[in-house]
């Protein structure tokens, strides 16, 4: 969920409520636009969400909103709190994940102790205009490197969400993929939500036969 595609913050907790009830796993909030109260009022109200639906919330950039607002966890950038400091604020029980856009970086938050690592931009995405997109090639490479589940992301819907997964196929390691507009800017989030869903757990299982 970023902040900076919706008009007004009950806009943005009307899509997670729509991500959360339709096959979401994991809801993330972006937030680089409200004051850290502000932040940190909007990551409870969608806990409280996330909570009833068994769905867990993550938190970027930021382990004392996340620690605030009973947040699952925290996801941190190549520039943003180091990652063990993100693990001394949030301790072993919560989640921390970090973005990587090489074999190197991922290789290096595995050591680091990173939970999860983000992988990306995948594609070029109007989200993040800056980061240079890296492909689907450097996919199986981390996937053969890395233990820790690896998460796509960057320019992921519907329409190239079973690439992705092909490109990951045959490979030990846990792997999904994070939609932001996808969703977030979809006519119909719900629809948006479960399409995407029924896609990757069908191709999925057709990979696994």
Known sequence: ?????FESPSKLLGVARAAAANGADIVQLRNKIDTPRQVTEMARAIKE???????????????DIALASGADGVHVGQEDLPLFWARAILGKERIVGVSTHSLKEAKEAEQQGADYIGLGAIFATPTKPEVRPIGMRLIAKVLKEVRIPVVAIGGINRDNVTNILDAASGMS?????????????A?????????????????SEALAV
């Open 187 to 203: 006519e119909d989030p719900s629809a948006a939500t479960r399409q995407l869903k029924e896609l990757i757990v069908n191709r």
């Open 1 to 5: 969920m970023d902040r900076a595609l």
């Open 173 to 185: 390691t846990k792997f999904g993929v994070a939609v932001v507009r996808a969703v977030c800017k």
């Open 49 to 63: 969400i996330t909570r009833l639906r068994g769905v867990k919330l993550i938190i970027n950039d930021r382990p």
